[in-house]
């Protein structure tokens, strides 16, 4: 075994969180030297870089690791050995890795997708050895249990070799093929591997005298040394279909972001899915085969959930897989990490609306038409619903958003001549947000009709809760404002009131419960979607405050005043109005817009001002929103 070292108390380490060990990348070839920033330690901590071309079949999936050297190449969907290559990995950063001009890596103009694995405790490792033709103990550093060991001889030709936790040690699987498990007593030497070793047996796949291997570790950790599941980053298991085509949930007790799955009981190919290419709640998630070079497909299963992900395949199926965790899960330090803010003129054509974030979810709106404003999510794909309407969700077409518009790593990407999103010389606000722990989940759920709680990722308690019903004809925006217990109607004017309090059955940090059993956010098997918005220090503000009837400024905390300002008047009918540091907060008239409404933004009067710790609001009668007495609730942003 070559480069491992000991890792005293290994079992009783603390997990990572998931950004620091493991990145999904989508980019452009260049055809030229270019390097991936994706903030993962590869030059120090050692890993693995899994890269495929997207869009063109000629490409194989193409695995770099530290163990081997960076100019070692192997192929998922065959057979070969080490392959030298000198063009197509380059370095090993510390925030991720170079290539070169090679096409199978960078190919000019087309899409390609990494997936990159730093070795840590809990998650993942990397081991080399030469093997002895005789059974033997090969150690590794997870300080746990591996749920899942990937073998391949390295020196010559032979198939990949798979031990999964959910088979018994005297199975195996190949990662090259598509046929079922199959018995092989000399792969594992009928032995499970522990938190310090596997086993191999006699087999030439795992260990031929003199042959040379590299096996990948991958942990099967899901609850995390908590305990709890609050710090699990990866899970190892098997799911056994109950009912044809029913949507069965395979709970991890956190929302995945990668899934590796394959059938065990009959053939059928190897499917990988991630959330930067399109891995949905519903409908169809973006696939590629690691057993094939093909390129990106779609599949029915697996679909996202946010405590999980959902099979829906004929009865008796069995399916392994490999999930892990989706990031962030350290918290935020700055606004500009969560919010971006783009005021854009419109092209007619094709464009990415970037924000600086990769964005979770994104609201759009025409600033000098009378255009609804458009609100889609990532989990969504290109459903979208309008804030001032209680219409459905509509699936948008090329002139709205493109085909699969959340894939790309900046922002969002908007069609072609729509005026809700780019019509040539129409002007537009984007706010992209971006998910991150105390400050924005967003949950899809299917209503069940029945007394309820909604796993979320948000890790505190939510402090306003934003649902709508997706396919449920005539459903409301419900605003549940927590901390007053009281709620209204994001489309309409309405005042507050605890009778529209619907999430009243007590909210935690890690769920939201109802006892409600209709259509507005829980009819049964309609399908539904939740915005989960919290306070984090210095980041964002969920509040309310009473009017002066003049001016008065309202300390959020932060230290370079609000970016982004929601305000409804509680205790009285009154628009959903918004403003924004993009448009202007200025000590003078202020453009802002109304949610509930489709109405052109307004920019003649001067309800808002800068402030440091937050915002200035005046009385002004065209808003209202600081008359004397009256209540007000706000989500301010830095």
């Known amino acids: 075994m070559l480069g491992k070292k000991a890792l005293s108390a290994a079992s009783a380490a603390a997990a990572l969180p998931i950004e620091d060990v493991f990145s999904t990348w989508l980019y452009t070839g260049t055809g030229a030297a270019q390097t991936i920033t994706n903030g993962i330690d590869l030059a120090g901590k050692g890993g693995l870089v899994w890269q495929k071309n997207r869009v063109n079949a000629a490409y194989d999936h193409n695995l ?85 060991i990937i073998v391949k001889r390295t020196d010559t030709t032979g198939a990949w070799q798979v031990y999964h936790r959910s088979n018994a040690n005297t199975e195996y699987m190949v990662l090259n093929s598509t046929a079922a498990k199959a018995t092989g007593t000399t792969r594992w030497n009928s032995t499970t591997p522990t938190s310090t070793v596997f086993s191999l047996g006699t087999d030439t796949t795992v260990n ?49 972001q990668w899934v590796l799955t394959k059938r065990a009981n009959s053939s059928d190919d190897w499917i990988l899915v991630d959330n930067m290419r399109g891995f949905l709640a519903t409908g169809n998630s973006t696939m590629l085969r690691p057993n094939l070079p093909n390129v990106d497909g779609l599949t029915t299963s697996p679909r996202l959930a946010s405590n999980g992900f959902v099979f829906s395949t004929t009865a008796g199926q069995q399916h392994i897989y490999i999930a892990i965790r989706r990031g962030p899960m350290r918290e935020p330090t700055s606004g500009t990490e969560v919010l971006g803010l783009n005021a854009r003129t419109g092209t007619g054509a094709n464009a990415t609306v970037t924000g600086g974030l990769t964005a979770d979810a994104v609201l759009v709106k025409n600033r000098g038409s009378a255009v609804a404003s458009l609100f889609s999510s990532r989990m969504t794909g290109t459903g979208y619903l309008v804030t001032s309407s209680a219409a459905v969700e509509t699936a948008a077409g090329t002139t709205i958003l493109q085909a699969n518009p959340w894939d790309v790593m900046n922002g969002v990407k908007v069609g072609t001549t729509s005026t809700i999103t780019n019509a040539s010389g129409n002007t537009f606000i984007n706010y992209l947000f971006k998910r991150a722990p105390g400050f924005l989940d967003v949950v899809t759920y299917a209503g069940t009709a029945t ?35 009281t709620g209204a109607y994001l489309d309409l004017t309405n005042a507050f009131t605890s009778g529209q309090f619907i999430w009243n059955n007590g909210c935690t940090a890690t769920t939201i419960s109802t006892t409600v059993t209709g259509s507005i956010v829980n009819a049964l098997n309609q399908t539904y979607i939740a915005y989960l918005f919290a306070s984090l220090p210095g980041i964002s503000k969920v509040g309310t405050y009473t009017g002066n009837g003049s001016s008065q400024t309202i300390d959020c905390g932060f230290t370079t005043g609000a970016r982004f300002i929601l305000i409804k008047r509680t205790n009285s009918t009154g628009d959903w109005y918004v403003w924004d540091t993009a448009r202007g907060i200025v000590t003078g008239n202020d453009p802002h817009l109304s949610l509930n409404t489709a109405a052109a933004e307004v920019t003649t009067n001067d309800t808002i001002d800068p402030a440091s710790s937050g915002f200035i609001v005046n009385q002004v009668a065209a808003t209202n929103v600081n008359v004397n007495t009256a209540t007000c609730g706000y989500l301010a942003i830095a």
């Not at 950063?93 to 997936?115: C, I, P, Q, R, T």
Request: hydrophobic share 35%; glycine share 12%; net charge negative.
């Open 208 to 256: 031929a005298s003199g042959g040379t291997y590299v096996a990948y570790l991958f942990a099967h950790d899901p609850l995390g040394p908590s305990g709890d599941g609050s710090d699990g980053l990866i899970a190892c298991g098997l799911h056994t279909q109950a009912v044809t085509d029913a949507n069965e949930l395979i709970n991890l007790g956190w929302e995945p």
């Open 451 to 485: 007394a309820r709680s909604v796993s979320h990722n948000l890790g505190v308690v939510p402090e306003l809760i934003i649902t709508k019903g997706r396919t449920t004809a005539g459903s409301n925006w419900l605003v549940d404002h927590v901390p007053s217990a």
């Open 64 to 148: 770099f690791d530290t163990a081997r050297g960076v100019t070692k190449k192997l192929i998922t969907n065959d057979t070969f050995g080490d392959i030298t290559e000198t063009t197509y990995l380059t370095a090993f950063n510390s925030n991720g890795f170079s290539m070169g001009s090679d096409a199978g890596y960078n190919k000019l103009n087309e899409a390609h997708v990494s997936w990159t694995f730093r070795q840590a405790p809990r998650f993942f490792d990397v081991v080399t050895y030469t093997g002895t033709g005789a059974n033997r103990t090969i150690a590794h550093d997870l300080g746990v249990v591996p749920g899942c």
